[in-house]
DNA sequence: CAAAAATATGGTAACGTTATCAGGATAACG
DNA sequence: CGTTATCCTGATAACGTTACCATATTTTTG
């Protein structure tokens, strides 16, 4: 591969001032900058990232720092921090913490190695040691969705008290009293604040608490049985709130199982919404690919490829779609029209 | 920040003796390994990766270009890519190419600047300039769901050709003999792959094609353009085969417009899925929150802080969720049991 | 027991870039 | 016209690591 030297050598200049051309810095007569670039496009050069950040201490890189890049708001968010780093190129590298401390230190560490110029942070608990240890590496770092109390930072969240609050009172408009709320864990302080809002809702309304606040994770199966354990009371919640996307989806699973119909039965409301008209049963009969293994056996093959564990010959892995019929099909000539 | 030579000095040995004790390479007599992971503990040492890649020519770090990491189909691929990565200590750069060959070509440059190992690449045309462009620059490619013509990589897909046979004969077996499938570009070979199978299932069965296969885009809104179209026709489509999960989500706003009931009306099958159990339509009452906003608004500022044209006080931006007024809301008592 | 192999450690240089300092040429100014 | 400011270019060294080669000690082997 060429370098500023061969650049520099054919343009008949310095290697730095090849350097002042490709990083558009200091003083360069027309000339000069024409001739640098010309010789440039000509022997294909391409500036070395790693050296550049070796010297000068800037990569050009951000980590952004998620739970779940599965869950679509998380999807989304990443999409708004790529389009910004890129428009001012800037490079981002995604992190999945499982919700787990010991995850977020393990890329924390990762992270410093390679001096990455800021990290956006969903903190997976309420700790605060992967900031400090950010901080002590000259890391920035900017909070997001999440409090971590007592640390200095940049933050950026939604207002989840409030949300929370108009939900339950648009709730009570419709009559509800007997509101439950399954929500997070409580060291993510989203989890605590919508419980917040929640409150302050019934309380302005002067409704009894009743205790029908449920802790557990932010995912589908802990509000599922959650669910299960709020309905089996003898006064029954006439409405849920679930706290997030993936804890409305286990609501709605156990009060199908409970044979309970939303939102005739049972009204249910929540935080955090999912791409404009995705299913709210599986509806589609479809041809399913196995995304997931995909992704898995291409990186597998790769790293072979890479440490050429592998033969010359080229693989080609053609995985079968599963075909899964649901609600969508159906006989002709149904029409109920 | 301490470097290799801090613990060296520190432990009473070489440089490269630290190297290789942080990398496990050579030999190394028990006490001195302990000797030097204790002083690596003790002052906090953390290898620098770009010195270490600058040197070594390896940098860990692969790369996953696809056209939209906001399609659920796409996110679960990142999903298993970045597990496996990580297993094997390897970072993954996340690059979204919006189907355009350009932004392609464009991060085929940054990525072959930052010297990433190797390239899992979804192409977003036909074209082999990119996969050309990473082999001359030594970098590995593996090729993922689109196949591109007359080039040497490996290359993972499902079997697109063979789904949709099965999706087209299932609709068969329902009865249906106008069926129409809405695709994506011709450029694309799922797009095309996808016409294929669905012919070939038309054929096997006898059924005459009748010129109800439509072009487009791989979005919702082109799928909703076409689904339109294919409806004015004198002789309608009973059975429409979206050959993406975006395609699917535009014919099912489509029909829906139409007053059409699906399946009463129209069956509708695809290809690719969404996660589990999400809307059929805007379902839940939720407080959403602009996540995209957030993730942009969070990049401004880290990018801002990196720089340091921020004043010392920290930020906190807090964002109002909207609350949308769905199905799953409504007034106490109103059960159809 | 000499020779070969395995183990343990280190010195030197190089990876490709840019920070820093410096010098010369030209333009602007009072 | 001397002085200062602006413009243009370059030499040198350094960023932190590891490849490569070398040496010394210990163990194994025939």
Redesign the interface.
């Known amino acids: 591969?060429p370098t500023v030297h061969d650049v520099a050598k054919r343009a008949r200049v310095a290697p730095i001032t090849v350097s002042r051309v490709i990083n558009n810095s200091g003083y360069i007569s027309e000339s000069t900058r024409n001739r640098v670039e010309a010789v440039i496009r000509e022997i294909?050069y391409?500036?070395?990232?790693?050296?550049r950040?070796?010297r000068s201490k800037r990569?050009n890189t951000?980590a952004?720092v998620v739970t779940?890049?599965?869950n679509?708001?998380?999807?989304?968010?990443?999409?708004?921090?790529?389009?910004?780093?890129g428009d001012?190129n800037?490079?981002?590298?995604?992190c999945?913490t499982d919700e787990s401390e010991a995850k977020e230190e393990k890329y924390a560490?990762?992270l410093?190695?390679?001096?990455v110029?800021?990290?956006?942070l969903v903190p997976a608990g309420g700790n605060d040691k992967t900031i400090k240890f950010l901080d002590?590496?000259?890391i920035?770092?900017?909070v997001?969705?999440r409090r971590v109390s007592g640390v200095?930072?940049?933050?950026?969240?939604?207002?989840?008290e409030?949300?929370?609050n108009?939900?339950i009172k648009?709730?009570i408009g419709?009559?509800?009293?007997q509101i439950a709320i399954i929500t997070g864990p409580k060291k993510v302080s989203t989890a605590v604040d919508r419980v917040t809002g929640y409150k302050q809702a019934l309380n302005e309304a002067g409704i009894a608490e009743n205790e029908l606040v449920y802790y557990g994770e932010f995912n589908q199966q802990s509000a599922y049985e959650l669910t299960k354990q709020a309905m089996a009371r003898s006064l029954k919640p006439?409405?849920i709130f679930g706290a997030n996307?993936f804890i409305?989806?286990g609501i709605?699973?156990a009060l199908r199982e409970l044979q309970l119909?939303?939102?005739?039965?049972v009204?249910?409301?929540?935080?955090?919404?999912?791409?404009?008209?995705?299913?709210?049963?599986?509806?589609?009969?479809?041809?399913?690919?196995?995304?997931?293994?995909?992704?898995?056996?291409?990186?597998?093959?790769?790293?072979k490829?890479?440490v050429s564990e592998?033969p010359e010959e080229?693989?080609?892995?053609?995985?079968?779609?599963e075909?899964?019929?649901r609600?969508?099909?159906?006989?002709?000539?149904?029409?109920?029209?």
Do not use: W
């Not at 110029?117 to 956006?120: A, I, W």
């Open positions: 591969m294909g391409v500036p070395n990232t790693l050296a950040g070796l990569t951000l952004l779940d890049i599965t679509p708001y998380f999807t989304l968010m990443a999409r708004g921090v790529e389009d910004v780093a001012s800037y490079t981002v590298i995604y999945n560490n990762i410093a190695q390679r001096q110029d800021g990290v956006l002590s590496h000259g920035s770092v900017v997001l969705d200095k930072t940049d933050f950026v969240c939604s207002d989840s409030d949300g929370s108009r939900l648009l709730l419709l009559g509800h009293k006439t409405a996307n409305m989806l709605i699973k119909n939303v939102p005739e039965d009204s249910v409301v929540g935080f955090d919404d999912f791409p404009e008209s995705m299913l709210v049963r599986p509806f589609f009969t479809a041809a399913v690919q196995p995304a997931y293994e995909m992704g898995r056996l291409a990186t597998e093959l790769l790293l490829r890479i592998l080229f693989q080609k892995i053609i995985l079968p779609a075909i899964i019929e609600e969508s099909t159906g006989p002709v000539g149904k029409s109920t029209a």
